[in-house]
């Protein structure tokens, strides 16, 4: 940032629930960016949301409009199923929303999501950082200026363990796996070949964690100029695996391959204390670039870098790969009702 | 006693197995064919080997025990059966053949003749795969629920276009992802169902993807790769419900040389890693079941199913559907 931005004014914008396990990060992110005034935390769990805000040092409000009365903008970190009651307040009050991902569970819903936003002239964005690391970043220079030729496939995954929590409630997560895994690494396909899914399919299985929704999804799509890619979305590490997970793409191009590993810069911890060996990840803040950039196009008047319009055309991924694992077959997107 | 060895071909594969025949004790690598005679040349020299006139030639002589098929896919059935047709013991290259017909016309041609049929799904012999084997064999990580395996090397299609030719080679799909194909088959049996993409095959390089269904196991996808640019690379992931198992042979490399005085600059050179390679392994354990009277480590009839696994694979990437497997019998 430099001196000229200094001077401008600063966005003020909130957290909409404490529910999502990223929440706590994004609450420290807002708290912390120079261009955001934080106006403080509404949760749907008092107790929960006060503690939140007194530990970031921010006001607790106990009533959603209140917290909308005082933002300009807000970031939703509910349950999936939730995005979209609280895009539709926050659109009714004027208030640009950045939403975790999935957009919502649902195409109507996002689809919904995405028309009462433009209606209301609001914006609305999808929690997608991992478009903002520098290995990412870097990939998509290397594409766009043609040194690996076309990209002819992409094999993605994006595994980590069972999160815990509500993400096996699929009344409250919509799924479980594949809802909570696909969509990052659709979106980066969608982003760095700048084309979009057509086709879709998908093995899935509740294999590992005792769940009622799936755990282990392998995908396989097909996208609009012929590239081809797959995206292993399970939740496959142990409990004994020393991080949460990671993000990995392995780009086949016509001229040359490109491995990328966002999550690969970790010091590996060997901790008698606790018993166990973890990661301790140095890589980049990726939230505070994701919601840097959404805060700093909304104060610009500029459309946010990463759309609702974006949401949506991940989760069409995720609904086409639930109805192909139904189905035993790939099913096309433009077949979706 | 000594063993004498034909060898038909000496590309990567005769040469690999003729030289894995020279470290074994009572076996001479006694004629080499290739076609042209002259490409065998070097290889004969080395082993101390004489050049046949051709693949006949070498099947028909008086003095060879077993004929190693080391020769381009779509010829094995032609040299199997003429080897076996001239009363030798068969070692044929995998893919057993390029066509389920074709298989199947080498057993029957060995069956007729009473000799001996192996074919070299040489991953089986690997330690890192039997190790694999060993911990999901014995319960330890409970019940497989997703696998992972990927296969990469450099793009073999400018030096060697037969590889690249569908109808000869098969691709990367019969070629390379064969190997992960016969390995899963070898670890957990027989699936349910496959699909697969593969690139169109030009620009010297190919790539698949394929995700394979067992009704009441794994989910497991493959990635076979010939635009590896960095070399040759296997990995694999076993995660059953009590635990995961991760291979990758870039981090299990124990010796890494580096040399600054090396003709072209510096250079790196891995390995060797074991003693004794998987290849020499596989060719002594063939030797050993002849002499003894077994069954081969991996028969005819196996090699023949996991063939018709990657035709399944193959035929999915050309129809762009789902392929239920059934073993060929």
Known sequence: MDAADMTQRRLRMGLVSYAHVHAPALLRTLATLPQIELTGLYDEDPDRGDAAARTHGTAFHRELATLLDRSEAIVIASTNVDHRRYTDAAAVAGVHVLSEKPLATTLEDARSMVETCRAAGVQLGTAFPVRSSAAALSLKGLIDRGALGTVLAIRGTNPGRFPGSWFGDRAKAGGGAVMDHT??????????????????????????????????????????????????????????YPTWGGLTLHVVGERGTVDVDVFRQALVHYDDRAGETRLAGWGEDLNARLVGDFADAVLAGRPVPISGDDGLRALEVVIAAYRSAEQLGPVAIADLD | MTTRIGVIGAGFAGGTHARACLG??????????????????????????????????????????????????????????????????????????????????????????????????????????????????????????????????????????????????????????????????????????????????????????????????????????????????????????????????????????????????????????????????????????????????????????????????????????????????
């Open chain 1, 183 to 240: 969509v990052h690494v659709a979106d980066l396909l969608r982003w760095l070949l700048t084309d979009e899914v057509v086709r879709v399919h998908a093995e899935i299985g509740s294999l590992l964690w005792d769940l009622d929704v799936e755990d282990c999804g392998i995908l396989t799509l097909d996208l609009a100029k012929g590239a081809f890619a797959s995206i292993d979305c399970s939740w496959s590490r142990p409990k004994t």
């Open chain 2, 24 to 329: 074994i004790d009572g076996v001479t690598v006694a004629a080499i064919a290739t076609d042209p005679v002259e490409h065998g040349r070097q290889l004969a020299d080395e082993c101390g080997a004489r050049l046949e006139a051709s693949a006949a030639s070498l099947c028909a002589a008086g003095d060879l025990d077993v004929v190693i098929v080391a020769s381009p896919t779509y010829l094995h059935a032609e040299h199997a059966i003429a080897a076996a047709q001239g009363g030798k013991h068969v070692f044929c290259e995998k893919p057993i053949a390029r066509t389920i017909e074709e298989g199947r016309a080498i057993i029957q041609a060995c069956d007729h003749a009473g000799v001996q049929l192996a074919v070299g799904q040489v991953v089986r012999f690997f330690p890192e795969y039997r190790k694999a084997k060993d911990l999901i064999d014995s319960g330890a990580l409970g019940k497989p629920a997703l696998v992972t395996m990927t296969r990469g090397t450099l793009p073999v299609g400018n030096a060697r276009p037969w590889y690249l030719d569908a109808t000869r080679s098969g691709r990367v799909v019969l070629d390379l992802m064969l190997h992960d194909l016969d390995t899963l088959r070898w670890w957990f049996g027989e699936p349910t169902r496959v699909y697969g993409h593969m690139l169109g095959g030009t620009g010297g390089i190919d790539y698949a993807l394929a995700t394979i269904r067992y009704s009441d196991g794994p989910i497991v996808h493959i990635e076979s790769s010939w635009a590896e640019h960095s070399g040759f690379r296997t990995t694999f992931e076993v995660r059953g419900d009590t635990g995961l198992i991760t291979h990758d042979s870039r981090a299990a490399a124990p010796l890494q040389t580096q040399l600054t005085n090396a003709a072209d600059g510096p250079a790196v050179i891995p390995g060797p890693t074991l003693l004794e390679t998987p290849y020499r392994r596989q060719l002594r354990e063939f030797f050993r079941r002849i002499e003894a009277g077994e069954q081969p480590f991996v028969s005819g009839g196996e090699a023949l199913r996991s063939l018709g696994l990657a035709l399944a694979v193959l035929r999915s990437t050309e129809t762009g559907q789902v392929v239920a497997w059934t073993p060929p019998t």
